[in-house]
Each structure stands twice: as C-alpha cells, then as structure tokens.
C-alpha cells in the first residue's frame, strides 16, 4: 500500500497531463522526484527486482491514477456533486466484487452473522463502510473537484505517513531508518504541493 500511493503520486502528473491537458508545474516535478525517493526507501535495500507482486502494485497505481483523472474530467464537464461520484463509486465496487466472487469463488460465500451477539463485528464492517470507505472517497473526490488529481494524492500520502508516524509514536509498529526517511520526505513533498495556489482552486 506505501508504494502505490509513492506510485501514485508518480503516475498522476503524467497522466493528468494526457486525460486533462494540464501540464504540471515544476514543484510537481519535484513531488514526483521526492515520491520516487520515498518508494526507493521504502523498498528497503533499494535493490530493483521485479516479481509478480511488483507488477501488481504497478497495475493498482495506475488503475488508481486513471479512477482519480476520470473523477476529475466528470466533475469538470458535468453538475453532478462529488457526492452523486461518491455513490455511484462503491456501489459498481460493491456490485462488481459480489459478481466476481459469485462466477469464480461460489463456494466461500458464507451466511452472515446476526446483529444479535456479534455487535463488535457489525460495529467494525459498519466502520470500514462509513467512516474508512464512504467518507474517504467523499473527501478525495470533493477536493479533486476543487483542486487537481495530483496535489490531492499528495495529500493521501501525508495522510498515509501522519498514520505511520503515529504507529510509530505510539509503539504499535517498529519503523527502520528507511522507513523514518520515506515518511519524512513524504511530509516535504506534501508540504511543498499540498497546498493549492489561489489561481487553481475551483470555488
């Protein structure tokens, strides 16, 4: 998950660039600069061997990188509100995943547990659907509609790193230097293009 959204932030310049004809500014060069560091650390010696697991993270950066673009280019050309985005988003997710488990994997479909005696399980589905997922893909496309694709997955990294730095803080997760040195730069490059120019917010 660090290194896609390390890729991300990589791939959306360029591809920003081809979907929307914007081209992007210096200070974006060097978020994407800074990304490519921050995936380097984070890949721990730095030895570049590619596995089928790369490839795979690979193809859900993009595949992540073109969902934000074509967020983007609908809640340009049309009055549909980020949050109408929000529903429909999920929901083909939703409906799209139960039809693919239900051609490939029909015999790990299993009955749900009642809401009787299983609160703590309906308490977290209920909390990964509203608070992690819904809201998550309401905040990212209202700003995509007020900023653009590529400063708002710079601010998706922060927020990944702030989650780690206080992982770390609190002692549920040892870091190494490398990974201290990825979330520090993770931290500039956020801060560098984070913040959009007045010119380029879309009241």
């Avoid at 809640?75 to 949050?83: E, N, Q, T, V």
């Avoid at 900023?147 to 922060?158: K, M, N, Y």
Wanted: glycine share 6%.
């Amino acid at each position: 998950m660090r290194r896609s959204i390390s890729l991300c932030v990589v791939l959306t310049p360029l591809v920003e660039w081809m979907m929307l004809k914007r081209r992007p500014g210096w200070i974006e060069w060097a978020a994407v600069a800074l990304s490519l560091l921050g995936a380097w650390l984070l890949a721990g010696d730095g030895a570049v061997v590619l596995n089928p697991g790369d490839a795979l993270i690979l193809l859900m950066a993009l595949l992540r990188t073109l969902n934000v673009c074509v967020t983007k280019r609908v809640l340009r050309d049309s009055a549909l509100p980020p949050l109408s985005v929000t529903t429909v988003q999920p929901g083909v997710v939703a409906f799209g995943s139960a039809a693919v488990a239900l051609v490939f994997t029909p015999q790990q479909w299993q009955h749900v547990p009642s809401l009787a005696g299983h609160m703590p399980f309906w308490a977290s589905v209920f909390y990964l659907i509203f608070a992690c997922t819904l809201f998550a893909f309401f905040a990212q496309n209202y700003a995509i509609r007020r900023s653009s694709p590529t400063r708002v997955w710079c601010v998706v990294g922060l927020v990944l790193a702030g989650r780690e730095d206080i992982a770390y803080y609190m002692g549920r997760r040892q870091v190494d230097c490398c990974g201290v040195h990825a979330g520090t730069v993770r931290w500039c490059k956020a801060v560098i293009v984070g913040v959009p120019r007045a010119s380029e917010v879309v009241p």
